[in-house]
């Protein structure tokens, strides 16, 4: 049996403060490198997830566990090596980052307003992150070699870069998509703006969604609104020019609204996403 040192197992994570022009103030990021990045002169795929807070490390993660990615790269030697990389939300600015859209199909306060600055944040993960992470690491700049994961909210936001920016990117995961918040305007949107460009999409929902905030957000049966959205994003891609056989749709029996679930399905996403890798 071979044998390998500490150092074969451990991934660096280095971390970074991006300036966010439209918020002028600085933006966590942490870039997660492959294995043999110091003794290779590779360039690699790069991977980049939302809710940075919640990617690496349980003892940081809003629910308490983590999305264990770390974890799935080690444990998956089938997948190949990539750069991932997490961008932290804005914590009690996440609701209006991750929305391009104010939020409409609501029970919200009157004169309460959520929602509206995701096409900036876009931006700025677009025009200032990813721009940083290919001049800095080395990285297979092209569309084909960059994916985008999120869940939730940042599943919504994930939707809305992949047609904003499909020109870039060329991957998407999309975990428990909360789309019911602006159903109407995101499906606007994409009817609007065929995906030219060939994507893989990896979609994944739970029959059991929906957390405290939903029921503060939300009439009716959360459960089915999530099952709900991701069919209904399943059309819309199908109706925008993706192709069924690049589309993965997870539903997840007794799957809940969580990291510790998400976790699970991370290896078949990465493993579906980098297929052509």
Same mark, same amino acid.
């Given at each position: 049996?071979?044998?390998?040192?500490?150092?074969?197992?451990?991934?660096?994570?280095?971390?970074?403060?991006?300036?966010?022009?439209?918020?002028?103030?600085?933006?966590?990021?942490?870039?997660?490198?492959?294995? =043999?990045?110091?003794?290779?002169?590779?360039?690699?795929?790069?991977?980049?997830?939302?809710?940075?807070?919640?990617?690496?490390?349980?003892?940081? /993660?809003?629910?308490?566990?983590?999305?264990?990615?770390?974890?799935?790269?080690?444990?998956?030697?089938?997948?190949?090596?990539?750069?991932?990389?997490?961008? =932290?939300?804005?914590?009690?600015?996440?609701?209006?980052?991750?929305?391009?859209?104010?939020?409409?199909?609501?029970?919200?306060?009157?004169?309460?307003?959520?929602?509206?600055?995701?096409?900036?944040?876009?931006?700025?993960?677009?025009?200032?992150?990813?721009?940083?992470?290919?001049?800095?690491?080395?990285?297979?700049?092209?569309?084909?070699?960059?994916?985008?994961?999120?869940?939730?909210?940042?599943?919504?936001?994930?939707?809305?870069?992949?047609?904003?920016?499909?020109?870039?990117?060329?991957?998407?995961?999309?975990?428990?998509?909360?789309?019911?918040?602006?159903?109407? =305007?995101?499906?606007?949107?994409?009817?609007?703006?065929?995906?030219?460009?060939?994507?893989?999409?990896?979609?994944?929902?739970?029959?059991?969604?929906?957390?405290?905030?939903?029921?503060?957000?939300?009439?009716?049966?959360?459960?089915?609104?999530?099952?709900?959205?991701?069919?209904?994003?399943?059309?819309?891609?199908?109706?925008?020019?993706?192709?069924?056989?690049?589309?993965?749709?997870?539903?997840? /029996?007794?799957?809940?609204?969580?990291?510790?679930?998400?976790?699970?399905?991370?290896?078949?996403?990465?493993?579906?996403?980098?297929?052509?890798?």
């Amino acid at each position: 049996m071979k044998r390998h040192n500490k150092a074969y197992f451990y991934l660096e994570l280095k971390s970074h403060d991006l300036m966010m022009p439209h918020r002028h103030e600085s933006r966590r990021i942490r870039v997660l490198l492959p294995r =043999d990045y110091a003794s290779s002169d590779q360039a690699y795929p790069v991977v980049y997830m939302h809710d940075g807070q919640n990617v690496f490390h349980s003892s940081e /993660a809003f629910s308490g566990h983590s999305w264990k990615t770390i974890h799935a790269l080690k444990k998956n030697p089938d997948l190949p090596p990539m750069i991932v990389v997490g961008i =932290d939300n804005g914590e009690e600015d996440r609701m209006h980052e991750y929305s391009p859209w104010k939020f409409k199909q609501t029970q919200l306060p009157p004169g309460m307003v959520l929602g509206g600055h995701g096409a900036e944040f876009a931006a700025f993960v677009m025009e200032v992150v990813k721009p940083f992470i290919d001049s800095t690491y080395r990285t297979k700049k092209d569309r084909a070699h960059t994916a985008m994961i999120g869940s939730s909210l940042g599943a919504n936001i994930t939707q809305f870069t992949g047609v904003a920016y499909q020109n870039q990117i060329g991957q998407l995961g999309v975990f428990s998509s909360a789309n019911w918040l602006t159903r109407d =305007d995101f499906d606007r949107y994409i009817s609007r703006n065929r995906i030219e460009q060939p994507q893989r999409i990896f979609i994944q929902v739970g029959t059991h969604e929906g957390d405290a905030t939903d029921r503060k957000l939300m009439y009716g049966n959360m459960r089915q609104a999530y099952i709900d959205e991701s069919l209904l994003y399943y059309q819309q891609l199908l109706r925008a020019g993706v192709a069924l056989d690049a589309i993965q749709f997870v539903i997840a /029996a007794d799957g809940i609204h969580s990291e510790s679930e998400w976790s699970k399905h991370l290896p078949n996403c990465l493993r579906f996403l980098s297929e052509m890798w």
